[in-house]
């Protein structure tokens, strides 16, 4: 099954506009969520976390919201620019695991001039 | 600081051939894992180790083995190479409890 879902395969957002991610979960063991952002022929790169402890997490243009009662977190970016472009995938581990990561399959956000 | 390495970065094997990838990290870091990646699938651990000397099972383990000698190394060996192994191939590392880095990857592909 998958425990960490991202429904929207692609997304695509004008220049200079919002781009919003968005990931669920299934899992309630899970308690520490990020998101890595992934170019062609390159490995995921480390974007943001969110510890469950919070409901937000900024960093520059990167916000990451989670809801824990809805299992369901999102990823904002503001303003989004061309070099965002990429694909980006949501991962969620639990305390006691060893920092594994389950993925979800990933959305490719198309920023556009 | 290079950072996570994976050698090789492409490889074209037979069914039935053996090979083993290896990566390598020099941060440090007591954890490190092999993902594959799979279109539509995401990324899905293979097996991961939390020191050296020792190794574990994740995800989708069959068909593949590991060792971790020394501690900056990890090996991912496929005894007996099949085309549902045909894939892209992540090594990471992190501390105990931190963000993982990860490598270039391995594209394989088996005939």
């Known amino acids: 099954d998958q425990q960490v879902k991202q429904n929207s395969p692609s997304l695509s957002v004008q220049e200079g506009r919002i781009s919003i991610l968005n990931c669920d979960y299934t899992?309630?063991?899970?308690?520490?969520f990020l998101w890595y952002k992934k170019y062609p022929a390159e490995g995921p790169t480390f974007l943001i976390s969110?510890?469950?402890?919070?409901d937000k997490n900024e960093d520059g243009r990167f916000t990451v919201f989670l809801n824990k009662s809805a299992k369901h977190l999102s990823l904002h970016i503001v303003p989004s620019q061309p070099g965002d472009s990429a694909v980006y995938f949501c991962?969620?581990?639990?305390?006691?695991?060893?920092?594994?990561?389950?993925f979800g399959t990933g959305t490719r956000l198309q920023v556009t001039l | 600081n290079a950072g996570v390495t994976q050698t090789p970065k492409f490889r074209v094997l037979k069914t039935g051939q053996s090979m083993t990838l290896l990566c390598a990290q020099d941060?440090?870091?007591?954890?490190m894992y092999w993902y594959r990646q799979d279109p539509g699938m995401g990324l899905r651990l293979i097996h991961y180790s939390v020191g050296e000397g020792t190794t574990a099972k994740g995800e989708v383990p069959d068909g593949y083995n590991v060792s971790r000698l020394k501690k900056q190394n990890f090996l991912l060996g496929l005894e007996s190479a099949a085309p549902s192994q045909t894939s892209v191939y992540f090594c990471?590392?992190?501390?105990?409890?931190?963000?993982?880095?990860f490598g270039p990857g391995t594209r394989l592909t088996v005939l």
């Open positions: 969110i510890s469950s402890i919070k």
């Open positions: 899992n309630s063991m899970f308690d520490y």
């Open positions: 991962a969620a581990s639990a305390t006691g695991t060893a920092s594994k990561l389950t």
């Open positions: 990471a590392s992190s501390y105990s409890a931190g963000v993982g880095d």
């Open positions: 941060m440090n870091h007591e954890y």
